[in-house]
Nanobody
Framework: QVQLVESGGGLVQAGGSLRLSCSAS????????MGWHRQAPGKEREGVSC????????YYADSVKGRFIISRDNAKNTVYLQMISLKPEDTGVYYC????????????????WGQGNQVTVSS
């Protein structure tokens, strides 16, 4: 069993920055990647970014490439998402998750999820 604790959300004006963090505990050997999904009001949850724990390979959704950077501190079992040049369309609840790097579409069934963190970007 894996527990994920998120922090770092908040309210920011367009063009501003926020950093999200997510710390894992429990049986952390049961996943190979960590990252974030987000859900805007009335929208489906979508993948934002993830990082492979072993070698640091990264994935970014097209909508955030060049603006978001994901990183990890394996000694702390913690992943960070630095978000810059935020846009109103980035608004949503950001959920940290842990799951299999090679099977991204299996995270809903086999992944572990954090409690969610609200990010609001005002125009």
């Amino acid at each position: 069993q894996v527990q994920l604790v998120e922090s770092g959300g908040g309210l920011v004006q367009a063009g501003g920055s926020l950093r999200l963090s997510c710390s894992a505990s429990g049986d952390t050997s049961c996943f190979s990647a960590m990252g974030w999904h987000r859900q805007a009001p009335g929208k489906e949850r979508e993948g934002v970014s993830c990082i492979k724990i072993s070698d640091g390979r990264t994935y970014y959704a097209d909508s955030v490439k060049g603006r978001f950077i994901i990183s990890r501190d394996n000694a702390k079992n913690t992943v960070y998402l630095q978000m810059i040049s935020l846009k109103p369309e980035d608004t949503g609840v950001y959920y940290c998750a842990a799951g299999p790097w090679d099977r991204a579409n299996a995270w809903t069934d086999f992944g572990s999820w954090g409690q969610g963190n609200q990010v609001t970007v005002s125009s």
